[in-house]
């Protein structure tokens, strides 16, 4: 039955992660084929652990058709929502957010990268107090040009664009950017090499952690 009982500030999280064959398609020429999947879901790990550890978080909703994934992240207090457009990421997102307030309509909503391993409680949480003054706001990723964060207050449309240049695309609809400084954590998303050897450079969570010490040569260990 649908509620409006949120209290002020609190949020919903909606975080798309593909099935793990596919995802992170990029990293495979930096950390190997095999090894690919397994940071994908560690990544995610690490991303949910983190947002619901922020008081600011009501829950998060994973939007995803991979079952291990599923399994792993519901056991860290995600609610697992299939992927039923099928229609790529904005497709997901909409029906992770439709979902969320199909339940709680009046509640706030926001998108959040699966891919932050390094994503800290209280950088999030200044992300969430800044949006919660807008309707719709938005965080650039680290390079500038994409989006890991976007933001729809109560009552506000959601309408996710991202993809590619993300950033532009959600400024142009009316979102106001977040330029706040020292929220690395957020805006680290990783897809390349460098962008992982970025994320270990801020500190990564535990799920990370022990598959990057697993995945070094018995010379670096």
Do not use: Y
Request: proline share 6%; charged share 20%.
């Amino acid at each position: 039955m649908a509620t409006n009982t949120d209290p002020p500030g609190a949020w919903s999280l909606v975080v798309p992660l593909k099935p793990l064959a596919r995802a992170k398609s990029r990293l495979g020429r930096a950390v190997g084929e095999a090894a690919r999947p397994r940071l994908a879901l560690a990544f995610a790990q690490d991303t949910v652990a983190a947002a619901l550890t922020c008081a600011r978080v009501r829950d998060v909703v994973v939007v995803t058709d991979d079952v291990a994934a599923g399994r792993a992240l519901s056991a860290l207090g995600a609610r697992i929502v299939a992927d039923a457009p099928g229609a790529g990421l904005n497709a997901a997102l909409a029906h992770g957010a439709r979902q969320v307030r199909g339940r709680r309509p009046a509640v706030s909503v926001a998108a959040l990268n699966a891919d932050l391993p390094a994503l800290r409680t209280g950088e999030l949480a200044r992300v969430l107090d800044f949006a919660s003054a807008f309707p719709r706001a938005f965080l650039r990723d680290a390079a500038g040009i994409g989006t890991t964060f976007l933001s729809a207050a109560r009552g506000a449309e959601f309408r996710p664009a991202f993809g590619g240049p993300s950033a532009a695309r959600h400024l142009a609809t009316g979102a106001v950017e977040i330029a706040l400084p020292g929220l690395d954590s957020v805006r680290g998303d990783v897809d390349t090499g460098e962008d992982l050897r970025a994320a270990l450079a801020l500190g990564v969570g535990p799920h990370t952690a022990r598959l990057m010490a697993a995945l070094a040569p018995a010379g670096d260990r």
